[in-house]
């Protein structure tokens, strides 16, 4: 086996040991008066404010999120994978 085929294995066990723990990810958000998100609730219950939700992204532990950078600042944002309705802005308020 070369070095390419055990790095993608590496990386299969470790996506496969992944799936067995149970997805995490957002099901409601709170805004602000202007609309910005402020907080967010997991599909277990747990209410992150923002920078919370920034740390548990950055950290692999919430799924659909995506983490860019805007005015040099960490910006959350739902996955951009054409779902609509897994959206921050069609999620559910909390």
């Given at each position: 086996?070369d070095?390419?085929e ?5 990386y299969r ?8 723990h ?13 609309g ?8 277990t219950?747990?209410e ?22 805007k ?13 609509k309705?897994?959206?921050?802005d ?5």
């Open positions: 086996m070095r390419y055990k790095a993608y294995e590496i066990q470790e996506r496969l040991n992944e799936s067995s149970p997805e995490t990810y957002i099901s409601a958000v709170r805004k602000n008066e202007d910005d998100l402020i907080a967010f609730k997991t599909n219950g747990e992150l404010d923002y920078l919370q939700a920034l740390e548990a992204a950055k950290n692999g532990k919430l799924s659909g999120v995506d983490i860019f950078q005015y040099g600042r960490d910006i959350i944002r739902s996955e951009p994978d054409g779902i309705e897994n959206n921050f069609h999620l559910p308020e909390f």
